[in-house]
């Protein structure tokens, strides 16, 4: 059974900080690894995404995310977060072979200005 | 990226009505849908995956007599709420998959029971 974990549940940074939010997930196979970000009254967006290829993965407005297979783990970075990086982060895994995303309980990241 | 449209955004009803979402997937067809819930401070919740031509797969502990699901179409999906009470009362989202495997979200549908 697939699940994912993020442990931080609301994470509060002032504007330029560095932010890591973490995610871990459980699947007895290859996965597929995704974030999403929700804006305040706005629908899910995906940040970015892992197939394969090069662990570390780049994707809008200056988040990255790095697959460490060994620790179960993809975490998302971002050197310098801003006000508009306010939101709710979720972490999604999606099985080989499963059908539908798992998604963890969410990250809730506020910046201060 | 692609588009998918959900509709209404917003609904109030009075308990023991139904409801109808309907879910669109705009600039791709989906195959398959999903229709999740999420409760306050709380993940997105699966609670059905709906197959285009045939009947939706229900998650463990939903009421599939309930939650009327129609896939009646490569381009539409929709939720039916049936006998609505208060504890219904949510945020529910659908999900389309295109081939590659990304998952594009509609921006969901408050529904409030009193």
């Known amino acids: 059974a697939q699940s994912v974990s993020q442990h931080n549940h609301h994470v509060i940074l002032s504007e330029a900080a560095s932010l890591e939010l973490g995610c871990n997930y459980s699947?007895?196979?290859?996965?597929?690894l995704f974030w999403y970000v929700q804006y305040p009254g706005q629908h899910l967006q995906l940040l970015l995404k892992?197939?394969?290829?090069?662990?570390l993965v780049k994707g809008i407005k200056g988040f990255e995310a790095e697959f460490i297979k060994s620790k179960f783990s993809f975490n998302l970075r971002k050197p310098s977060v801003q006000w508009s990086d306010t939101a709710e982060y979720f972490c999604?895994?999606?099985?080989?072979?499963?059908?539908?995303?798992?998604f963890g309980t969410g990250t809730r990241l506020t910046v201060i200005p | 990226g692609a588009v998918v449209s959900q509709h209404p955004s917003w609904v109030i009803c009075k308990s023991g009505t139904s409801v109808k979402i309907e879910c669109r997937s705009l600039?791709?067809?989906?195959?398959?849908m999903f229709w999740y819930r999420q409760f306050p401070k709380q993940s997105l919740m699966l609670m059905a995956t709906?197959?285009?031509?045939?009947?939706?797969?229900?998650e463990q502990g939903v009421e599939k007599d309930k939650f009327l699901i129609n896939h009646a179409s490569l381009t539409l999906s929709t939720l039916t709420v049936t006998s609505a009470h208060p504890e219904d009362s949510s945020f529910y989202i659908c999900?389309?998959?295109?081939?590659?495997?990304?998952?594009?979200f509609g921006q969901g549908t408050r529904l409030t029971v009193v």
């Open positions: 999900s389309a998959r295109d081939i590659g495997a990304e998952a594009f």
């Open positions: 699947y007895g196979g290859t996965v597929n």
């Open positions: 892992y197939f394969s290829g090069d662990p």
């Open positions: 999604a895994v999606l099985g080989t072979g499963a059908n539908n995303l798992f």
């Open positions: 600039d791709f067809q989906a195959t398959t």
């Open positions: 709906s197959n285009e031509g045939s009947k939706a797969t229900y």
